[in-house]
């Protein structure tokens, strides 16, 4: 049973406008949340993160949104740009555990059309 | 500074045979782990390691061993590849902690025929 899900495996949206990526999960232990960026041959890089005391964190253009009941969170970007075009990863941990020991959901492929 | 470095970057290897991924960080973290993405998917932790001495499983350890002799090292061993561990193996270490996020290495892509 897949514990973190990304229904959708890839968007598409125009440059300047706003990318929103989904993020289910189901296993009520995970109070950690952080979204992944990656790039064709190389390793994901960090991007946001948000616990579960919170409901939004912001960096720049970059907000996370949890909602807790839903055990559903979102990736906001805005404004898209087309370096954002990367694939998505959402993971998520338990406060008993170590972040590094996230369970990821299989990805979603952003692309930014200029 | 390199952070998490992997290598090779790329492996074919023959059914049966055996061969060591490398990894190797320079920022004195406590916690490394080995993932393999397949196609389409996610990361999948195979091993992990809270430090020097200490390893353990993940959620697809069969088929693979690791070891921690060092704070810098954590090389993941195939000890018979087979077909199914084609894939993309990632490395990554942290500091350890609920909100210390993962520093991947770019990856060794293997391929068993």
């Known amino acids: 049973d897949q514990q973190v899900k990304q229904n959708s495996p890839s968007l598409s949206v125009q440059e300047g406008r706003i990318s929103i990526l989904n993020c289910d999960y189901t296993?009520?232990?995970?109070?950690?949340f952080l979204w992944y960026k990656k790039y064709p041959a190389e390793g994901p890089t960090f991007l946001i993160s948000?616990?579960?005391?919170?409901d939004k964190n912001e960096d720049g253009r970059f907000t996370v949104f949890l909602n807790k009941s839903a055990k559903h969170l979102s990736l906001h970007i805005v404004p898209s740009q087309p370096g954002d075009s990367a694939v998505y990863f959402c993971?998520?941990?338990?406060?008993?555990?170590?972040?590094?020991?996230?369970?990821f959901g299989d990805g979603t492929t952003l692309t930014v059309k200029p | 500074n390199a952070g998490v470095t992997q290598t090779p970057k790329f492996q074919v290897l023959k059914t049966g045979q055996s061969m060591t991924l490398q990894c190797a960080q320079d920022m004195n973290h406590e916690y490394m782990s080995w993932y393999r993405q397949d196609p389409g998917m996610g990361l999948r932790l195979i091993h992990y390691?809270?430090?020097?001495?200490?390893?353990d499983q993940g959620e697809v350890p069969n088929g693979y061993n690791v070891s921690r002799s060092t704070t810098e090292d954590f090389p993941l061993r195939l000890l018979s590849a087979a077909p199914s561990q084609t894939s993309v193996y990632f490395c990554?270490?942290?500091?350890?902690?609920?909100?210390?996020?993962?520093?991947f290495g770019n990856g060794t892509r293997l391929t068993v025929t």
């Open positions: 390691s809270v430090g020097a001495g200490i390893t």
């Open positions: 296993n009520s232990m995970f109070d950690y």
């Open positions: 990554a270490s942290s500091y350890r902690g609920n909100n210390s996020p993962l520093h």
């Open positions: 948000i616990s579960s005391i919170k």
């Open positions: 993971a998520a941990s338990a406060v008993s555990t170590n972040a590094g020991k996230s369970t």
